[in-house]
């Protein structure tokens, strides 16, 4: 089964190419598209062999004979595709209605009361502070 061409793909350099020409208005000398893509392609044969042949052999380009490249209009239809979605009308959605506040069931809270033997025991020895013995409920000045 042969494949179908549809256009080349999108982030490809012949699809920056060709979105870059319908930016600069749908025509543009050589020069000036080179200028506005080179930096993807880093010299002119590689840009007309990745950008310029497959955009004219799609038939979504042409070169007029004052070295200017012209968008058809295959081109333009394949770059902007009508989009039908804005055609038709949509419901607004209306608002959400908040759930009802129920609270946690008491078996998803820790028991506070339940703690090993010797937990707070950290609690009667000093700590260290610049060479000074701080107890633990000291403050820092």
Do not use: C
């Not at 989009?83 to 949509?90: F, H, I, V």
């Amino acid at each position: 089964m042969a494949k179908t061409f549809r256009g080349p793909r999108r982030g490809s350099a012949a699809y920056n190419a060709l979105d870059q020409l319908v930016h600069l208005g749908g025509s543009a000398t050589f020069g000036q598209l080179t200028g506005a893509v080179l930096s993807y392609f880093r010299s002119a044969q590689r840009f007309n062999e990745l950008a310029i042949e497959p955009l004219m052999r799609a038939k979504f380009i042409r070169l007029t004979d004052r070295d200017e490249v012209r968008i058809t209009a295959a081109g333009l239809a394949f770059i902007r595709p009508v989009d039908r979605s804005l055609t038709t009308t949509s419901a607004i959605a209306g608002i959400k209605e908040p759930l009802p506040f129920k609270p946690l069931p008491p078996h998803h809270f820790a028991s506070m009361a339940v703690r090993r033997e010797g937990a707070d025991d950290f609690r009667r020895y000093p700590s260290l502070m610049g060479g000074v013995r701080v107890p633990y409920w000291a403050r820092k000045p």
